[in-house]
């Protein structure tokens, strides 16, 4: 058994991806040929944005969107301590500093509440200006974003997803896409949407951020190729994983709600025993991943082992405890939230190849150890 069959997908749309990328092949222009601008139109028309700016990954997506906004030198950028290092990487990557916040009691998400004291403190302390808040749809599941851009709002911060495990998500009746001033998804192999190598796309209703990010995905161009109207980077997404990305839009619908069942079978097996995911009425998780918690994780974790069935823990370790981010871990140190998540969160098998008696055999396995 694979936590990710990314093979087995293959098999599956073989004919359709082989085809697409014969279609560069053949035509040749690999660097922002017309799949690119194709991609685009149709994932701001899947999610409702009014702009979709493709580019080379979702850390470049969450950098873009920070140097697109100003937001450099002296600002600080409020994080969720329990997320993957990009999220903070971008932040110091774009001049920034990251707040590094807690995440809510029985959720993953970065706390409204733990986010208005560190705003606070930080406005009180005077060395950084609160510019931002980046929230992470951690799993799938979106943020909380009605809250945190009322807490965003007193403050004059603006509010930005890293939606790299989220693209497909609703909430309400928006979908990940436009629930945030600007938002940066992931198409990483193994993300609820992945090409084929490093991609990622900014969705945004600002149109100045928007052509800001274009411009910053070429180097800054202005106007004219060689007309440089800022710094930029050089992170564009391939021809080639545009096409593979618009083939796989047509099967990712259906990969979606099989993966929404997949949950919905491991929630009716194993929820009375461990924590796991709820959502929230009106929402539908992307359900990039499955994660449970047990104060009996390793032991859940050595069961599995034991049985052949892979499982990882996303993440075992607080961004405001790593060495890397030792300048920023300032503050009020404890997280006790984030603390706990680090020590009984386990991801389970999830993807649309898996079959309903794996699930269950998978969910038997956790039983008998939790
Ligand atoms: C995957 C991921 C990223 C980074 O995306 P890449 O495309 O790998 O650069 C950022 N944030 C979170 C929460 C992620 O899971």
């Known amino acids: 058994m694979e936590f990710n069959d990314l093979g087995a997908q293959y098999r599956r749309l073989q004919p359709g991806i082989d085809a697409a990328i014969a279609a560069v092949l053949a035509?040749?222009?690999?660097?922002?040929?017309?799949?690119?601008?194709?991609?685009?139109?149709?994932?701001?028309?899947?999610?409702?944005?009014?702009?979709?700016?493709?580019?080379?990954?979702?850390?470049?997506?969450?950098?873009?969107?920070?140097?697109?906004?100003?937001?450099?030198?002296?600002?600080?950028?409020?994080?969720?301590?329990?997320t993957f290092t990009a999220t903070a990487e971008a932040i110091v990557n774009a001049g920034a500093s990251p707040v590094f916040c807690d995440v809510g009691e029985g959720s993953f998400d970065l706390d409204p509440d733990d986010l208005e004291r560190r705003i606070a403190a930080t406005a009180r302390a005077g060395a950084l200006v609160p510019r931002a808040v980046l929230a992470v749809d951690l799993y799938g599941m979106p943020a909380d974003y009605a809250r945190l851009a009322r807490v965003a709002d007193r403050w004059g911060c603006v509010v930005i997803a890293d939606a790299a495990q989220s693209f497909g998500a609703i909430q309400g009746s928006s979908a990940v896409g436009t629930l945030a001033a600007a938002t940066a998804t992931s198409f990483f192999p193994t993300k609820p949407l992945g090409c084929y190598g490093d991609g990622g796309a900014i969705f945004t209703a600002d149109e100045e951020l928007a052509a800001a990010a274009r411009s910053i995905r070429v180097h800054g161009a202005g106007g004219g190729k060689y007309d440089i109207a800022r710094i930029g980077l050089n992170a564009r997404l391939d021809t080639i994983q545009a096409a593979i990305l618009l083939e796989k839009l047509k099967s990712f619908d259906d990969e979606h709600g099989r993966r929404e069942r997949l949950a919905a079978l491991y929630a009716e097996r194993v929820g009375d025993v461990v924590v796991h995911p709820r959502t929230p009425p009106g929402s539908r998780s992307a359900w990039a991943q499955y994660t449970i918690m047990s104060p009996r994780r390793d032991a859940i974790r050595a069961a599995l082992a034991a049985a052949g069935i892979p499982s990882m823990i996303y993440y075992p370790r607080p961004m405001h405890l790593q060495p890397a981010y030792a300048a920023f871990a300032g503050g009020r140190p404890d997280h006790p939230n984030a603390t706990r998540c680090c020590a009984e969160v386990l991801s389970l098998p999830l993807h649309a190849d898996l079959a309903d008696d794996d699930v269950s055999r998978i969910a038997g396995v956790v039983r008998a150890a939790a």
Not at 28 to 38: M, T
Not at 58 to 72: C, F, K, R, S, V
């Open 27 to 82: 035509h040749g222009r690999f660097i922002h040929g017309p799949e690119v601008g194709r991609l685009e139109a149709a994932l701001a028309g899947r999610c409702g944005a009014a702009h979709c700016v493709a580019v080379s990954s979702g850390t470049d997506a969450l950098q873009i969107i920070l140097m697109g906004l100003g937001i450099g030198a002296g600002a600080a950028v409020f994080v969720p301590t329990f």
